[in-house]
Nanobody, 118 residues
């Protein structure tokens, strides 16, 4: 059974920081690109950041310089360090795992809420 479990969400004031974690089980973690996506009510889900099995990263322009994605293959965990948070960062954040060779293996966590107040 594949399971992605997010943690670390919460409510913070603008300018604050949060660190999200996603613990994966049931997959060969080191063969997956791991990513973070977010979705606000009434809006489309959007990519926040991804990190490949060899450490390559992609960030949305809106979070560059503020967010950092990293992974620990020994712990089967991906992180999203979020600094200088803005109200526009408020959303449900979802962890994603996508196999780099078999794209049909694509999994999602249940999400964690991030609320940033001004």
């Amino acid at each position: 059974q594949v399971q992605l479990v997010e943690s670390g969400g919460g409510s913070v004031q603008a300018g604050g920081s949060l660190r999200l974690s996603c613990a994966a089980s049931g997959i060969f973690f080191s063969t997956y690109t791991m990513g973070w996506y977010r979705q606000a009510p009434g809006k489309q889900r959007e990519l926040v950041a991804t990190v490949t099995s060899v450490g390559g990263t992609v960030y949305a322009d809106s979070v560059k310089g503020r967010f950092t994605v990293s992974r620990d293959n020994a712990k089967n965990t991906v992180y999203l360090q979020m600094n200088s948070l803005k109200p526009e960062d408020t959303a449900d954040y979802y962890c994603n795992a996508r196999h780099e060779l078999m794209s049909r293996s694509n999994y999602w966590g249940q999400g964690t809420q991030v609320t940033v107040s001004s």
